[in-house]
T-cell receptor, first 115, second 113 residues
Framework: DGGITQSPKYLFRKEGQNVTLSCEQN?????MYWYRQDPGQGLRLIYYSQIVNDFQKGDIAEGYSVSREKKESFPLTVTSAQKNPTAFYLCASSPSLGPGGYEQYFGPGTRLTVT | SQKIEQNSEALNIQEGKTATLTCNYTNYSPAYLQWYRQDPGRGPVFLLLIRENEKEKRKERLKVTFDTTLKQSLFHITASQPADSATYLC????????????FGRGTSLIVHP
């Protein structure tokens, strides 16, 4: 089955700790994305990557970091510098990134709670 | 400033009726617009993409229109079923050349049996 997986589904951390969220895809997609969703809010873009070893900040990158060492993997680290890290985090991929629009394939999400 | 507006109030309809959801936008010139379905606690699922030179697109019971003059897209589900109950998100191509879609907040649809 081709798809995009995120783990874990639920994650609990104490304030001040860094935490890494996993995202893996076997769709052979070049582009990958991380979004954050808060209750009643739209998806907000954290980081995106068009190709291996390259990534760009999205609208709310402060307090987050990513890496793209392999085409299929795009982990997100939520650092202690992120002021309000409790949220639902969604990873997505698309075949490419360019004009004309590509549908995004989303993972099941990770719900992070920081206390 | 740029805005994507979807009705924040839930749309309640009876089974069998046509559901119509609205996506309005300002200060965008999107080359395309997408619609996604999101169930509670899950990731969005892509439904339809419509380009700026297309007025209407259909897929089974779904129909999307795109009026670049009114800056509005309408999303219709005909013969609605309780299983259609979900939140529906519209997404527009961002301005600035990144080509990444920007998502609206979504509208919740509740179909009553």
């Amino acid at each position: 089955d081709g798809g995009i997986t995120q783990s874990p589904k639920y994650l609990f951390r104490k304030e001040g700790q860094n935490v890494t969220l996993s995202c893996e895809q076997n769709l052979n997609h070049d582009a990958m994305y991380w979004y954050r969703q808060d209750p009643g809010q739209g998806l907000r873009l954290i980081y995106y990557s068009q190709i291996v070893n390259d990534f760009q900040k999205g609208d709310i990158a402060e307090g987050y970091s990513v890496s793209r060492e392999k085409k299929e993997s795009f982990p997100l680290t939520v650092t202690s510098a992120q002021k309000n890290p409790t949220a639902f985090y969604l990873c997505a991929s698309s075949p490419s990134l360019g004009p004309g629009g590509y549908e995004q394939y989303f993972g099941p999400g990770t719900r992070l709670t920081v206390t | 400033s740029q805005k994507i507006e979807q009705n924040s109030e839930a749309l309640n309809i009876q089974e069998g009726k046509t559901a119509t959801l609205t996506c309005n936008y300002t200060n965008y010139s999107p080359a395309y617009l997408q619609w996604y379905r999101q169930d509670p606690g899950r990731g969005p699922v892509f439904l339809l993409l419509i380009r700026e030179n297309e007025k209407e697109k259909r897929k089974e019971r779904l129909k999307v229109t795109f009026d670049t003059t009114l800056k509005q897209s309408l999303f219709h589900i005909t013969a609605s079923q309780p299983a259609d109950s979900a939140t529906y998100l519209c997404a527009l191509e961002s301005s600035g050349g990144s080509y990444i879609p920007t998502f609206g907040r979504g509208t919740s649809l509740i179909v009553h049996p």
